[in-house]
Structure formats: C-alpha cells, structure tokens
C-alpha cells in the first residue's frame, strides 16, 4: 500500500475508529461494520455517545431538581447503551481494543469533533432515510466533520454489510473530487479489491431538454472519459496492487452509483462542505446517498 504521510492525522496509527451510537438497530450495525474494520486494520475502536444535557437544561431551566433528574437518567440510559455497544464489538473479535465516551455534549458537535483525529467515523441510519440519530446529527456530521466519515445503513436485507465486492468511487470534474479519489484507493487497496471510478456525464439532463438532441454524444462521452483519466491521473502509480475499472454513464450521478452500491462493498464520494460546525452542506448526490445507498457510503473531507 501506498505508504501516507504522517503530517495527516487520520493515518496516524494511534487514530482510532470512531463509532458514534444511540441505542438504535442501526448504530448497532455501525458498531458491527466499525468493529470489523477496526479488526482488520489493527485501530482502536472508539464508542461514542453524546447527551446533548444543553436541551433538558433549556426544556426544565428552571426546575434544578428536574434538570438533574433527568441527567442522571440519561447518564445511566447512556452507559447502558456504551456497555451493550462494548459486547457487541467484542463479538467481532474478543482482542479487540475498545474505548468509550459518554460526553453531556450534543452527539453532532462530539462527533465532528472527535473527527478530527479520528481515523474514521461510522454512523448508522435507518431504513428509508430515516435518520438513526437525533434530529440532523447524522447529516449534520457528514456534511461537516473532518476526514472520511461513513455512514452504514439498514437496509433490512440480511447482507447488509458484505466484505466482497469492488470499491466504487464517484467521480465528478471538481477539485474536491481528488479527495474522495484518494480515499477510494486507500480502501481499494486495504480491501484487496477492485476499484470502480464512475463517472455520469448527464447528456439526458440537461437544464434545457431542447438542446439534449443536439449535444453530440460521442464526443461528451470522451470528454466524460477525460474527466476520469485527468481525475485518476498518477494514482495507479501510487497504488498498484489495485485493479482500475473505468466506468462512463449517461444517468443521473445520484441513480448510477444507488445502482452500483447493490453490488458494492463501499461507496466513495466528496463532501461540498467545509470542516467544523459551519459552511455549506452536503452536494445533492452525496446527501441522497447516505440516505439511499444499499452499501455503506464514505464521505471524503478536505480538511
């Protein structure tokens, strides 16, 4: 594998895995997938839960005996949840070394933060877009954090995680794309799978439907495969145990990789936001993604 630098905290060997839970059957199964990795790539896991105490302290302000009351049960619900989480990354392999958090934080800000040095961070959601965390925390999360954030999804399929399959990466023309690119190989290589780089040049969706007739599709077809060689460009240099297919579509970005994900192992695509609690959020493919995909997604970040 290609060997990456240190100046970057996400491929420190002390950064671990973080995995953020709420009690859910889908973090559940983001603690399943997170373990796993964490296994094979010899990390630390890390199992996070935040409170968010802020909203009993502005719902029962003024009723002191109130607010402590129900911090302590949500600290106890909240231990409870870590220790159940605890038992089933050590089903995945009993060596496996584990830590916990229980922060009085909001869940969206821990997470993000935690981002920072955090090697991944995996967090789960529902079935049909239902969101497995409180509120927008798992959009909120992907959108803004820092590094590669994956989000797992419950499909209610039985495989809803394989470990076989390529890794498929999202390609568009955007300097944010070498990111996701970068990312995609990483897990390509640390997989011993094949990477699949999509890219949907879009001739049917043109703003003006009158002028699609027009547009020469030969030629936007070899614009599209330039856009894919100037993107990969020198990146099979750097990683050449993995295998490269080329994969050029006139569908919509959001339908053609939702297609390849039944298949996929892992979907890779670029984030439009910035780092932190701030700045834009998702792109519209990278957002229907997290929400839709039957594979989980990973959301590359520049930091």
Not at 61 to 77: I, N, P
Not at 128 to 154: C, M, N, Q, Y
Request: glycine residues 8%.
């Amino acid at each position: 594998m290609f060997a990456q630098s240190t100046d970057n905290p996400h491929q420190l060997a002390s950064a671990p895995i973080v995995v953020g839970i709420d009690g859910s059957e889908a973090s559940d199964l983001a603690v399943y997938w997170a373990a796993e990795t964490a296994v094979r790539r010899g990390r630390t896991l890390r199992i996070v839960h935040g409170l968010d105490l802020e909203a009993a302290q502005a719902v029962f302000g003024r009723y002191d005996l109130v607010v402590s009351f129900v911090a302590q049960t949500l600290r106890e619900e909240g231990a409870a949840r870590l220790a159940t989480a605890v038992r089933l990354a050590r089903s995945v392999a009993a060596e496996l070394r584990v830590e916990t958090e229980l922060s009085p934080t909001h869940p969206a800000w821990l997470l993000c933060e935690r981002s920072r040095s955090a090697h991944l961070v995996v967090l789960g959601a529902g079935q049909s877009g239902e969101l497995a965390h409180i509120g927008s925390t798992l959009l909120a999360v992907t959108a803004r954090g820092h590094g590669d954030i994956v989000i797992v999804r419950d499909t209610g399929s039985e495989q809803r995680t394989r470990a076989t399959g390529p890794v498929v990466l999202g390609i568009d023309n955007s300097r944010v794309s070498e990111t996701a690119v970068a990312a995609a190989f990483a897990e390509a290589s640390a997989r011993e799978t094949t990477l699949v780089a999509a890219h949907a040049c879009c001739v049917n969706h043109h703003p003006r439907a009158g002028v699609t007739s027009l547009l020469p599709v030969r030629e936007i077809h070899s614009a599209a495969k330039q856009v894919l060689a100037e993107q990969l460009a020198g990146w099979q240099e750097k990683f050449p145990d993995v295998q490269v297919v080329r994969k050029v579509s006139a569908a919509d970005p959001r339908h053609l990789l939702t297609v390849w994900s039944k298949s996929a192992q892992l979907v890779v695509v670029a984030s439009r936001g910035r780092g932190g609690l701030r700045g834009p959020t998702l792109g519209s493919t990278s957002n229907f993604l997290v929400q839709h995909a039957y594979c989980p997604v990973m959301v590359a970040h520049t930091d």
